[in-house]
């Protein structure tokens, strides 16, 4: 079992970077394939981006896949959401999620652990 701890969001103007971080407050992300998901007011949680566990695989939405990349850092045990040009449309709670399969985030997208996500706010 693993618990998730976003941090990283926050009030940002249209344009700007962020790098949101998840870590284990219990546990360890090493034994997961990891992925970020955001959620807007009244709509799903949809599927970011992912990374397996041994960080030589990623895996991404379309509609973000030029401006967000998914990373990890097995010796800090973190992995992280980095953010570029940030537009109001990502306005949203991003959620770190953890899998034991890789191959299930790819297609079903269907973590195994969540944490309680990340405000970002993207002003204009």
């Known amino acids: 079992q693993v618990q998730l701890v976003e941090s990283g969001g926050g009030v940002v103007q249209t344009g700007d970077s962020l790098r949101l971080s998840c870590a284990a407050s219990?546990?360890?992300?090493?034994?997961?394939?990891m992925a970020w998901f955001r959620q807007t007011a009244g709509k799903e949680r949809t599927f970011i981006a992912a990374?397996?566990?041994?960080?030589?695989?990623?895996v991404y939405a379309d509609t973000v896949k030029d401006r967000f990349t998914i990373s990890r850092d097995g010796s800090a045990d973190m992995v992280y959401l980095q953010i570029n040009s940030l537009k109001p449309e990502d306005t949203a709670i991003y959620y770190c999620?953890?899998?034991?399969?890789?191959?299930?985030?790819?297609?079903?997208?269907?973590?195994?652990?969540w944490g309680q996500g990340t405000q970002v706010t993207v002003s204009l």
């Open positions: 990374i397996n566990r041994d960080g030589d695989k990623t």
């Open positions: 999620a953890a899998a034991y399969s890789f191959a299930e985030l790819k297609t079903v997208q269907r973590p195994n652990y």
């Open positions: 219990e546990g360890t992300l090493s034994l997961y394939a």
